[in-house]
T-cell receptor, first 115, second 113 residues
Framework: GAGVSQSPSNKVTEKGKDVELRCDPISGHTALYWYRQSLGQGLEFLIYFQGNSAPDKSGLPSDRFSAERTGGSVSTLTIQRTQQEDSAVYLC?????????????FGDGTRLSIL | KQEVTQIPAALSVPEGENLVLNCSFTDSAIYNLQWFRQDPGKGLTSLLLIQSSQREQTSGRLNASLDKSSGRSTLYIAASQPGDSATYLCAVSIIQGAQKLVFGQGTRLTINP
């Protein structure tokens, strides 16, 4: 079956612009995660959605970052007024959400470059 | 704060060798530990998940062990092949909310033909 799909695969934009990254999780998966992978910081958690519960936003690095999940499926991560330090690979993952020991399945990521 | 460390950062071995990758974590309050593989320009592929109550998991030539009390895990790869070349990441699912994963920095593995 289809895995986690992310778009675009690459995004280059100028400093100060807003960007939107999209994640389409595995069908039926209720849990959705966003992570950021950068050279200096490794892989770090950003935000978590589970069903209709309030999202866990504890990993968002600043108020320029926001995310939403519409209809319990597709999610978009928005970065406003981008800065050069936002350059990274943004990875989305989903899991079935059933119990504590379900593996997270990752998409191929969006490589974001801020000029 | 949970911290995950992987040693070594890079490893290069000839084809056919058995090898061990190491992972350590500072807080034993975890649901599970996962080992992932990442190929260049790609996302993460889940290899093995060990629940906190388990000691090991096996899949084909891969065997992962977990010693939660000492905060250690190992990934054993038997009879390595060039196709095993990738970066291997371990991550723990922390109990304090969200089951988010905390990752190590990874081990970059190269298998030489």
């Amino acid at each position: 079956g289809a895995g986690v799909s992310q778009s675009p695969s690459n995004k280059v934009t100028e400093k100060g612009k807003d960007v939107e990254l999209r994640c389409d999780p595995i069908s039926g998966h209720t849990a959705l995660y966003w992570y950021r992978q950068s050279l200096g910081q490794g892989l770090e958690f950003l935000i978590y959605f589970q069903g209709n519960s309030a999202p866990d936003k504890s990993g968002l690095p600043s108020d320029r970052f926001s995310a939403e999940r519409t209809g319990g499926s597709v999610s978009t991560l928005t970065i406003q007024r981008t800065q050069q330090e936002d350059s990274a690979v943004y990875l989305c993952a989903s899991s079935s959400g059933q119990g504590k020991n379900q593996p997270q399945h990752f998409g191929d990521g969006t490589r974001l470059s801020i000029l | 704060k949970q911290e995950v460390t992987q040693i070594p950062a890079a490893l290069s071995v000839p084809e056919g060798e058995n090898l061990v990758l190491n992972c350590s974590f500072t807080d034993s309050a975890i649901y599970n530990l996962q080992w992932f593989r990442q190929d260049p320009g790609k996302g993460l592929t889940s290899l093995l998940l060990i629940q906190s109550s388990q000691r090991e998991q096996t899949s084909g030539r891969l065997n992962a062990s977990l010693d939660k009390s000492s905060g250690r895990s190992t990934l054993y790869i038997a009879a390595s092949q060039p196709g095993d070349s990738a970066t291997y990441l371990c991550a723990v699912s922390i109990i304090q909310g969200a089951q988010k994963l905390v990752f190590g920095q990874g081990t970059r593995l190269t298998i030489n033909p």
